[in-house]
């Protein structure tokens, strides 16, 4: 690239970062991470796909839908016939018709009802349980979508900081850029250092632009979890800080208690259990009764032997159902039945054994990830403080461009680094308490 190139190319892009460092002025909306996940547990689509299934198993889980009522029924069926007919009687008399008309006409109205079966109630119970699986499934979507939501929004926070750091970085090497320029317009400088300072100001812009663009994608992934676009601009909240109060005792002890995973286990072993205790009661006798009131009512031709007849009636009746023998259907079932509660108290031991070498994990992970943020604060500051002392030669002549653009670099990898630490340790932070089920109180 030639220098009038450079030069242009460098002008092109400090337009266009003008313009975009207006753009983010303008945005004094700040959008909180406790604002960001009301609106996703309100919208996100997964959340909603679950509400949805809670209510058709509130549905299921209604006495109607266990014969708890009884049914009625009407019917009324009428017909007519248009024939001939020819009768001979022991007399030797004949009776003919060619276009004989008679109709009918019935009507009926049934009503049943199921007095007793003893797996109605557990049936019923069971339907109930289920609903509460639904229930515990919501929090588990809930969940997940929250620690997504914490996950995206800190990844927003890293690259604004890591975008500040490169504005800055942006700043110093214009400053620089002048300074040498400086130099030059007194003889005292060589026209490489204007164009190695031009070079840096490009690449800098290149990175500032890039970090944008960054920001822009990750904004669209969390309203792709939140589930609905937001149409005004925003920035968003980058102080962290963490729990002092933390102990992994207590994760552990909270996780045993109401962890989503091991609630959904035992919400399963006791649907289970009632399935054993439904498949007790398939052979047991069950008693309904019915009640009818019939009417019909007949008319036929002139001449027919009976012109016309009605007939009424009200019956009422007890059925008993005892199924006897069922070919060995029920032991199969009961068989069945056992070994899905044996092989859910097998995934509850293992739900259990992952879930405290998680916690472990997280833990010494969490304990690290505060170490490391220690040790990236500390480099910051020597960073800092070494960029001051060169920037200081650097005007005084007595440290070179290079020496000064290495501080600088070193400043800023030191800053993306801290910025890395900071969230890393948030997440980490956020992860213990999804593990012991704390995650949702957490929530302001």
């Given at each position: 690239?030639?220098?009038?190139?450079?030069?242009?190319m460098?002008?092109i892009l400090?337009?266009l970062?003008?313009l975009?460092?207006?753009?983010?002025?303008?945005a004094?909306?700040?959008l909180?991470v406790?604002?960001?996940?009301?609106?996703?547990?309100q919208?996100?689509?997964?959340?909603q796909?679950?509400?949805?299934?809670?209510?058709i198993s509130?549905?299921?889980a209604s006495?109607?839908?266990?014969g708890?009522?009884?049914?009625?029924n009407?019917?009324?069926?009428p017909?007519?016939?248009?024939?001939g007919s020819?009768?001979?009687f022991?007399?030797?008399?004949?009776?003919?018709?060619?276009t004989?008309?008679?109709?009918?006409?019935?009507?009926?109205v049934?009503?049943?009802?199921?007095l007793?079966?003893?797996?109605r109630?557990?049936?019923?119970d069971?339907?109930?349980?289920?609903l509460?699986?639904s229930?515990?499934?919501?929090?588990?979507t809930?969940?997940n979508t929250?620690?997504?939501?914490?996950?995206?929004?800190y990844?927003?926070?890293?690259?604004?900081?890591?975008l500040?750091?490169?504005?800055?970085?942006?700043?110093?090497?214009?400053?620089?850029?002048?300074?040498v320029?400086?130099?030059?317009?007194?003889s005292?400088?060589s026209?490489?250092?204007?164009l190695?300072?031009?070079?840096?100001?490009?690449?800098?812009?290149?990175?500032?632009?890039?970090g944008?663009?960054q920001?822009?994608?990750a904004?669209?992934d969390?309203e792709?979890?939140?589930?609905?676009?937001?149409?005004?601009?925003?920035?968003i909240?980058?102080?962290?800080?963490?729990?002092?109060?933390?102990?992994?005792?207590?994760?552990?002890?909270?996780?045993?208690?109401q962890n989503?995973?091991?609630?959904l286990?035992?919400?399963?072993?006791?649907i289970?259990?009632?399935?054993?205790?439904?498949?007790?009661?398939?052979n047991?006798?069950?008693?309904?009764?019915?009640?009818?009131?019939n009417?019909?009512?007949?008319q036929?031709?002139?001449?027919?032997?009976?012109?016309?007849?009605?007939?009424?009636?009200?019956?009422?009746?007890l059925?008993?159902?005892?199924n006897?023998?069922?070919?060995g259907?029920?032991?199969?079932?009961?068989?069945?039945?056992?070994?899905?509660?044996?092989?859910?108290?097998?995934t509850?031991?293992?739900?259990i054994?992952?879930l405290?070498?998680?916690?472990?994990?997280?833990w010494?992970?969490?304990?690290?990830?505060?170490?490391?943020?220690?040790?990236?604060?500390n480099?910051?500051?020597?960073?800092?403080?070494?960029?001051?002392r060169?920037?200081?030669?650097?005007?005084?002549?007595q440290?070179s461009?290079?020496d000064f653009?290495?501080?600088?670099?070193?400043?800023l990898q030191?800053?993306?680094g801290?910025?890395?630490?900071?969230?890393?340790?948030?997440?980490?932070?956020?992860?213990?308490?999804?593990l012991?089920g704390?995650?949702?109180?957490?929530?302001?």
């Amino acid at each position: 690239m030639t220098q009038v190139n450079s030069i242009r190319m460098a002008k092109i892009l400090a337009i266009l970062i003008g313009l975009l460092l207006s753009i983010n002025l303008s945005a004094q909306k700040i959008l909180t991470v406790d604002e960001v996940i009301k609106l996703a547990v309100q919208h996100n689509y997964s959340v909603q796909l679950s509400e949805q299934n809670i209510k058709i198993s509130e549905n299921n889980a209604s006495r109607d839908n266990f014969g708890y009522k009884p049914t009625v029924n009407a019917t009324l069926n009428p017909n007519a016939t248009i024939g001939g007919s020819t009768q001979q009687f022991g007399n030797g008399m004949e009776a003919s018709t060619g276009t004989a008309f008679s109709w009918a006409a019935g009507a009926a109205v049934n009503a049943n009802y199921l007095l007793f079966d003893e797996s109605r109630d557990i049936k019923l119970d069971q339907m109930k349980e289920r609903l509460n699986l639904s229930n515990v499934q919501l929090r588990q979507t809930i969940e997940n979508t929250v620690f997504q939501v914490y996950n995206q929004y800190y990844i927003i926070a890293q690259i604004s900081e890591n975008l500040k750091a490169t504005e800055e970085a942006l700043s110093l090497s214009r400053k620089r850029k002048e300074r040498v320029q400086l130099r030059y317009d007194l003889s005292q400088g060589s026209r490489l250092d204007i164009l190695n300072a031009q070079v840096d100001i490009s690449r800098d812009s290149v990175n500032y632009l890039n970090g944008i663009q960054q920001i822009e994608n990750a904004k669209r992934d969390l309203e792709v979890l939140i589930g609905r676009t937001i149409e005004e601009d925003y920035n968003i909240e980058t102080n962290v800080s963490y729990s002092p109060s933390l102990t992994k005792e207590a994760i552990e002890t909270k996780a045993l208690e109401q962890n989503v995973n091991i609630l959904l286990s035992d919400q399963l072993q006791q649907i289970n259990q009632l399935e054993l205790d439904v498949i007790d009661k398939i052979n047991r006798p069950t008693i309904g009764a019915n009640a009818g009131l019939n009417y019909n009512y007949q008319q036929n031709a002139p001449g027919a032997f009976i012109t016309n007849s009605t007939s009424s009636g009200l019956n009422l009746g007890l059925t008993l159902n005892w199924n006897l023998f069922d070919g060995g259907q029920k032991k199969i079932l009961e068989e069945n039945a056992k070994i899905n509660m044996e092989t859910e108290s097998l995934t509850r031991e293992q739900i259990i054994v992952e879930l405290r070498r998680d916690i472990d994990n997280a833990w010494g992970n969490y304990q690290n990830a505060l170490y490391i943020l220690n040790v990236e604060q500390n480099s910051l500051e020597i960073n800092r403080l070494n960029l001051d002392r060169t920037s200081e030669l650097f005007n005084a002549g007595q440290a070179s461009s290079v020496d000064f653009r290495q501080a600088q670099l070193n400043l800023l990898q030191s800053e993306i680094g801290y910025n890395l630490s900071r969230y890393q340790a948030k997440l980490l932070e956020l992860e213990l308490l999804y593990l012991s089920g704390d995650l949702l109180d957490s929530i302001e």
